[in-house]
């Protein structure tokens, strides 16, 4: 789990430092930066993981319009710089430290200044990667060399040999996940091959849903039973392959003597369906982390009570279990939403002069009496302003 994001220097992000737990919510206006922490993560797994014959940064900064789109605009500083700090959940005395800095020059051209990870034990600190000017050293928590890499522009991480022990690391952050749904997308059929797991604007609904069926048939029965709570004239949803590859997925209701296919169901029911599949999705698509932008899209605001009510259900059931949970991070401007969590589990984000600046509102006494005394909810505090620092 991700406990320290330090970021400087990218995008609205000219300097943060932001504490994280299980689940966070992200809060604030249009503008203020939200989804620009979602896209630190976004940017360091393509870091870690570019296309092939790609180098990470460099494939990164290219997915963002260069360099020169992701360096802060409001000062002259060349220096973007990226520091997280994580436990891992699996041995909770393992913690680590990785930061990535690197330097813009002229067009699009970066230098890495440096690069850093270490583990620590115990109270013993490791270093797992060493940079010296352009070369990149990669170092078994033993102190013995575990190979390297000598260009400028390149991360040591896209290289990492699994024979390494920085290599849990990269494994690890290659488990997180982005989504950012997109109901017209959904209705579009989809390949049969890819169906493990779902897209980031959810276009492989209707194959996602059938790999489900066919190795989680729990997990789908227990979607359809949610799904049937929820809209009782819908008895399931049913995908189903054709001769060309694709999956349709139909809707049975009552009443109605045929199916309803994919295209011909709401954007709410389609986003509901994309966001419970993620809920339910076996533990061995668990990913460390979700980061979800806005699920508050085309729903209903009661349907956001379930959906948290839900979320907290099958979390507590995977605690109980001695699962590792998925660490949470989602944006959200709506106040059904905000009224769902906790004051811990609130994130404010603004914008003041192009800087985006977050805050922690758990750290003001009196907000938490007014939660306490149920003087205000969230979502009413959202609307005052008073989430924010100097409120």
């Not at 192009?354 to 750290?363: I, Q």
């Amino acid at each position: 789990m991700i406990t320290r994001l330090q970021v400087r220097n990218f995008k609205s992000l000219r300097d943060i430092d932001l504490s994280l737990g299980p689940l966070n919510a992200l809060v604030g206006p249009n503008m203020s930066g939200k989804s620009n922490v979602l896209d630190v993560f976004t940017f360091l797994r393509q870091v870690f993981f570019p296309e092939a014959s790609t180098t990470g940064i460099s494939y990164a900064l290219a997915q963002r319009g260069g360099v020169n789109e992701v360096l802060w605009k409001g000062g002259e500083e060349k220096l973007i710089a990226i520091a997280l700090e994580a436990v891992d959940e699996d041995k909770p005395t393992a913690k680590y430290k990785y930061s990535l800095e690197f330097l813009a020059g002229t067009g699009d051209y970066v230098t890495v200044q440096n690069e850093s990870l270490k583990i620590c034990l115990l109270e013993r600190e490791v270093e797992l990667i060493r940079r010296e000017q352009s070369h990149v050293q990669l170092f078994n928590a033993d102190g013995k060399a575990a190979g390297g890499v000598g260009q400028y522009g390149v991360s040591g991480m896209q290289y990492a040999p699994p024979d390494w022990d920085g290599y849990r690391f990269m494994q690890w952050v290659g488990r997180w996940r982005f989504y950012h749904l997109i109901p017209p997308e959904m209705k579009e059929r989809s390949s049969v091959s890819v169906g493990q797991g779902l897209t980031s604007n959810g276009d492989n609904l209707s194959s996602w849903l059938l790999w489900l069926q066919s190795h989680s048939p729990e997990a789908f029965f227990k979607l359809n039973e949610v799904l049937h709570d929820l809209f009782p004239e819908i008895t399931q949803i049913r995908p189903i392959p054709a001769q060309d590859g694709k999956v349709h997925l139909t809707a049975t209701e009552k009443g109605l003597k045929r199916p309803t296919f994919v295209w011909g169901l709401s954007d709410g029911f389609l986003a509901l369906t994309a966001l419970l599949s993620l809920i339910y999705a076996p533990p061995e698509l668990s990913w460390t982390l979700s980061c979800i932008e806005e699920p508050e899209n085309h729903l209903h605001p009661r349907l956001l009570e379930t959906l948290v009510g839900l979320l907290r259900q099958v979390r507590q059931e995977i605690v109980d279990s001695k699962g590792a949970l998925t660490q949470i991070l989602i944006t959200t401007q709506s106040p059904y939403l905000v009224n769902q969590f906790s004051l811990d589990e609130i994130v404010w984000v603004e914008r003041r002069s192009g800087e985006t600046k977050v805050f922690r509102p758990a750290d003001k006494i009196h907000l938490k009496k007014l939660i306490e005394d149920k003087d205000l909810g969230l979502g009413d505090l959202m609307f005052t302003g008073v989430l924010g620092e100097d409120k």
